[in-house]
């Protein structure tokens, strides 16, 4: 089963896509063969689910001519572009994806601004839409101040990025081509703002702009500066202009309406790129007098969720590798038990007493032991080597590798917990916590963790994997102790003295006879942990890169390992006491601990996320993924 896990993972990561976005969870079908993603609200019902896409039967409609930006929710039917009330639009019943039976009628399409997203939903309601459409706009990011008759301008990097691409248009160019009186005029603007060419001006004056903006879209910032010029002797003015953002937006619920009338039609959010292609769409339509059909719904949700039931599935493979480890003692203890009462039986006597034989076991015989193992393809190394060859498994093994020694078959270390180590195991997990909150030291974390689990994968897949493939391979050299440091070496240089003799005494003690596999699993496996440890600190989120998700997993799955199969709780006690302050520690730093601190954080959480969740919206985290809220 153990080598079915890493070829599972990595098809995983080759099937599942990185996700660059969170926002868009919806999709807006056009003539069934054109999909725009769209994201959704807070209010209203749901869009129908993925699986109810082939029932609907919706056409769509633009927002009223007198109503265009849809802030004034008083019904108006007399409006050649109002939509009729629909039966199905208004119906209270709802299925089981919180969607009514409007399964036909109008969607309506109106731009952002002016007012909020729920007022323009309950507007579109109001005039017997089963669903509203809201797409981003250059206008809807200017304001204008009627009492001091001045243009409010977009706000920087909310709006526009000027990294992104920027540029400055003459004053000539700005006054006779763009029109800012009386606030932003969408009808004059947008086309000098837009696109890729030369028509766009920021494109005109800063070639750069066609490739470093992806949205092909400028604001201007209200920013300007001056230049002298030396051949005509006056001041230029320069007027600049930025890249805007043109990225999905949720849309949030407005509390200035919680009691006015419920708006129960679904409502998603379409980017300035998309309105293009719809809009066009639908003048096309209108041109033509053909019928455009529009459906919106959820984006596909697999109906089992496999990562959950991968995760199940590793949690029991680790469980099960865990506990047949650390019953390798009782095993051995249980194999020595039946060899000796086939002995007896095979002898006639001896502890059945009286030459008595019981019939439960069959007689074995050493030569059909012998066959057995050839059989299985054990390696066993040949009787005329001298005693240090016969116990290779023995001394050519790590101190610290418990593994390999339930490989060779010596007693595997263990730690029998008691009371007093279950107690002193939550108080160093709590003055770690403590240190890495108040100190934001999140980080030693990464590296406490790398360098921690990077023993226990030498110890649960890199030696033992090693020393078996040798064996196999009958290469006997890389399991025999180097020569440089051995039992006699070491007293032969400590005798002498000297510095020299201290460090053989040093390096003798704290890692005993070293053989060439122990020295390749440990640079191998450390070698992993610092590559791994690389990554997490110079990619920014690393989790998108399948080694540093795979290898995380790995880690923890050969740290758990190595931990359950060494620490042994055979006392009903210790492990009730071990569970209970396990509880309460649990519920002090993650609920307690928000009550106690300055600002309300909990301490679990902070440190677990290396500093908290995310304080910005989601929009600004689509926008800025490495900045620090």
Not at 303 to 313: C, E, H, M, R, T
Not at 609 to 624: I, L, M, Q, R, V
């Amino acid at each position: 089963m153990k080598h079915h896990v890493l070829p599972l993972l990595l098809t995983a990561s080759s099937l599942s896509p990185i996700i660059h976005a969170i926002l868009p969870t919806a999709i807006v079908e056009i003539n069934n063969n054109i999909q725009l993603l769209a994201s959704q609200s807070s209010f209203g019902r749901l869009p129908p689910a993925y699986d109810e896409r082939s029932s609907l039967r919706w056409t769509v409609t633009l927002s009223p001519d007198d109503n265009a930006l849809l802030c004034d929710d008083t019904p108006n039917n007399n409006n050649n572009n109002a939509v009729s009330v629909a039966a199905a639009t208004t119906s209270s019943s709802s299925s089981s994806t919180g969607y009514g039976n409007a399964k036909s009628g109008v969607v309506m399409v109106a731009p952002r601004g002016q007012c909020s997203f729920q007022r323009k939903a309950l507007t579109a309601q109001n005039l017997g839409a089963v669903a509203l459409i809201v797409y981003g706009t250059l206008h809807s990011r200017y304001g204008y101040n009627d009492t001091t008759d001045t243009v409010i301008y977009p706000a920087e990097f909310h709006d526009y990025d000027c990294s992104k691409g920027s540029a400055y248009i003459p004053k000539e160019e700005y006054e006779s081509k763009l029109d800012f009186v009386g606030g932003y005029n969408e009808a004059v603007n947008d086309g000098y703002l837009t696109g890729d060419t030369d028509g766009n001006l920021c494109v005109k004056f800063n070639d750069d702009m066609s490739t470093m903006c992806s949205s092909n879209k400028c604001l201007v910032t209200g920013k300007n500066r001056t230049e002298h010029d030396d051949n005509n002797n006056n001041e230029m003015t320069y007027y600049q202009a930025c890249c805007a953002w043109d990225l999905h937006v949720w849309l949030y619920g407005d509390s200035s309406m919680k009691e006015e009338q419920p708006v129960i039609i679904p409502s998603v959010y379409i980017t300035m790129e998309e309105a293009d292609l719809l809009l066009d769409m639908i003048h096309g339509a209108s041109d033509t007098s053909d019928t455009l059909s529009l459906k919106v719904y959820q984006r596909y949700v697999p109906k089992y969720n496999w990562s959950a039931v991968l995760i199940w599935g590793l949690g029991v493979f680790v469980a099960w590798v865990a506990s047949y480890l650390s019953s390798g003692e009782y095993r051995r203890v249980w194999k020595r038990i039946m060899v000796r009462r086939t002995l007896n039986t095979a002898g006639g006597g001896g502890g059945n007493g009286g030459g008595r034989t019981t019939a439960r076991t069959p007689p074995r015989t050493t030569s059909s032991s012998v066959v057995s193992n050839q059989e299985r393809g054990v390696y066993r190394v040949p009787e005329e080597q001298n005693e240090s060859t016969n116990i290779v498994s023995a001394t050519t093994t790590n101190r610290t590798s418990s593994n390999n020694n339930h490989t060779t078959g010596e007693d595997p270390e263990s730690v029998e917990l008691t009371a007093e180590h279950a107690l002193g195991f939550i108080v160093m997990a709590s003055t770690s916590l403590l240190v890495l909150f108040f100190f934001k030291i999140y980080n030693v974390v990464k590296i406490m963790y790398a360098f921690g689990c990077s023993g226990a994968l030498m110890q649960i897949v890199i030696h033992p994997g090693l020393y078996y493939t040798f064996v196999k391979l009958k290469w006997e050299s890389p399991l025999h102790p180097v020569d440089w440091l051995t039992e006699e070496k070491v007293a032969r240089e400590s005798d002498r003295g000297g510095w020299k003799g201290q460090v053989y005494s040093c390096l003798w003690e704290f890692t005993g006879p070293i053989a060439p596999v122990d020295m390749v699993a440990f640079i191998t496996s450390y070698g992993i942990g610092a590559i791994w440890l690389y990554v997490a600190f110079t990619v920014p989120h690393p989790d998108t890169l399948p080694f540093y998700w795979i290898m995380q997993d790995i880690f923890g799955t050969c740290m758990c390992i190595l931990f359950l199969s060494t620490i042994k709780l055979n006392s009903i006690k210790v492990a009730s006491i071990l569970l209970t302050v396990a509880f309460f520690y649990d519920i002090f730093f993650v609920f307690v601990t928000p009550l106690l601190t300055k600002h309300g954080e909990s301490i679990m959480v902070n440190v677990a996320t290396t500093g908290g969740p995310p304080k910005a919206d989601p929009s600004w985290c689509e926008k800025y993924p490495n900045d620090a809220d």
